[in-house]
């Protein structure tokens, strides 16, 4: 099997969700005998939460870059960055260092392909759901998305990052997401993506009125097929 990366941290309860998934999925393929080759790079979140200005994404780049570069030197042979938000550094992360970076958008978009999906309302945190670079990868597999709904935005943005990333789960925050996605799928529109590594706290991903495409899943279960080299 094949040694992956995670630059997790961000948050903490996002990066085990991803550990338990790919250990699980390996353990389904293999058997109860084995466990994943995987190197964890945990970044303290507190110095890249709600990172917005220039400056700060810049400084962003530079510390995921320098943690992917500890795990390629830890013998990682490929690398994932375990939160959708921090995609927006993917580029210069994926220029230092010479193994593949999976992106989370591109295996989204793969998936939906071949499941036929050709529109969905995309959900996560504020930049996620309004900034082009996350939209944009989505869109070139074919897949056309709703226009943000700002006061969506603003809630779904407040519950990520003042419950869901300090592992709070709150029965509203529950019944809220439920709503949302019961007027989105008035819209017409065929799924829903999970564009927020924690969303799936509190969206039932396996009971819902539309397909929920979970970012999470998804990305470890890219993470695994490398590892097994499928």
Known sequence: MRKIGLIGGMSWVSTETYYR????????????????????????FNG?????DKEA?????????????RLEGSGATA???GANSMHKVYDEV??????????IADVIGVKMKADGVRSA???????????????QRLIEHGVSLLPPDMARVDEID???????MKGVVKRDAERTL???????DKTGVKAIVLGCTELDLIVDTNANILPIYDSTKIHADAAVDWILER
């Open 94 to 103: 994926a220029e230092a260092v010479s193994v593949p970076v999976i992106h």
């Open 158 to 164: 407040r519950i990520i990052y003042d419950e869901l």
């Open 48 to 52: 890249l939460i709600r990172t917005t």
């Open 178 to 184: 439920k709503t949302f996605i019961t007027n989105i």
């Open 121 to 135: 309302a995309l959900i996560g945190t504020r930049n996620v759901m309004i900034e082009p670079w996350y939209r």
């Open 57 to 69: 994404w810049k400084q962003a780049a530079e510390i995921l870059s320098d943690a992917a570069k």
């Open 21 to 44: 998934r790919i250990n699980s999925r390996v353990q389904i393929a293999r058997g109860h005998d084995f466990s994943a080759p995987m190197v964890v790079e945990s970044l303290d």
């Open 79 to 81: 690398i994932l960055i």
